[in-house]
């Protein structure tokens, strides 16, 4: 199957990026854009970069390609201050310059075949799928986007891609229906080519459990703590049904029926 954003890519490099804006979207999570010509120009939606934090954060920290500009020389994250590395980045000045490794990982795989996808986020794993969702549109694909979260960690609609189908999930019905995400899978399952999904574990514990999905295309992004994001320290190993692989070189794309659930509970 031919595909759109798929298969080898460049090999990453080691940018200083311009730090152009980081401004909060809602409490505690961040936009940060920095200039980034080299990985921006290689990018594919699903792929991320190793970001060095100061501080005492000593290992790069993986944050998602949230977008590429139109101009191509920007990219963006979408992250949450969690801990010590994104606390520290969650404080960048325009001005200031960040050391990432990217484009990194394997990304989505988007057939050229498609016509209509469905897009699955929870919560911040809207992150990586905005940049899908523009591919897609720029394809002339139907992108449904179903986004499920918190009522008061709600992404602005206004910075989502034009032309997508919003279907909004809210853990207590404040905005859209009420109920986990996962819920609508079954529903387009008919009639979308593919689905990509991204957010926490539970969502595709979930997702692997329903008997009617078995055998679709339906595409997920792990995250998984990992130390050096090139595929050297093992650190991010995970079990699949073809052995064992590292989520920062095999991924963190996988077949959703690629993954032994049973043995992801301690990940
Ligand atoms: C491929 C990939 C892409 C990612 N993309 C994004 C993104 O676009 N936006 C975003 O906000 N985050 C993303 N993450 C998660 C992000 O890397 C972590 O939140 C970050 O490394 C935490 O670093 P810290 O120093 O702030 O927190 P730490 O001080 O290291 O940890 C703080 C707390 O967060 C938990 N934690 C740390 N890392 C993870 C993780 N990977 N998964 C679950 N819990 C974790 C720790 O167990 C601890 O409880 C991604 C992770 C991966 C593997």
Not at 172 to 192: A, Q, W
Not at 224 to 240: D, N
Request: hydrophobic share 40%.
């Amino acid at each position: 199957m031919m595909a759109i954003v798929s298969g080898p890519g460049t090999p990453p490099t080691q940018s200083k990026a311009e730090v152009l804006s980081c401004n909060p979207v809602t409490a505690g999570t961040y936009l940060l854009r920095v200039n980034a010509p080299a990985v921006a120009a290689a990018a594919r939606p699903g792929q991320f970069t190793m970001v060095k934090c100061g501080g005492d954060a000593f290992l790069r920290r993986p944050l998602s390609i949230h977008r590429v500009s139109e101009t191509g020389a920007e990219i963006s994250f979408l992250f949450a201050a969690i801990g010590k590395g994104t606390d520290w980045l969650s404080a960048s000045k325009p001005g200031d310059t960040l050391d990432i490794i990217g484009p990194l990982g394997n990304g989505f795989d988007l057939h050229v075949s498609s016509r209509e996808i469905l897009l699955v986020a929870g919560g911040l794993g809207l992150a990586p799928l905005v940049f899908l969702a523009e591919r897609a549109r720029r394809n002339g694909i139907r992108v449904n986007l179903a986004y499920g979260t918190a009522s008061d960690q709600r992404y602005d609609k206004k910075l989502l891609p034009e032309g997508i189908r919003l279907v909004e999930f809210t853990d207590d019905g404040t905005c859209g229906r009420k109920g986990f995400v996962t819920e609508c899978v079954p529903g387009f399952i008919g009639s979308v080519d593919q689905v990509f999904v991204c957010g926490p574990l539970p969502m595709y514990f979930a997702l692997s459990k329903q008997q009617n999905l078995k055998g679709k295309d339906i595409q997920i992004s792990l995250e998984t703590r990992m130390a050096c994001g090139l595929g050297v320290c093992y650190a991010c190993s995970i079990k699949t049904v073809d052995g064992q692989k590292q989520v920062c070189h095999d991924g963190p794309v996988f077949r959703l029926d690629e993954i032994v659930w049973n043995e992801m509970a301690g990940i």
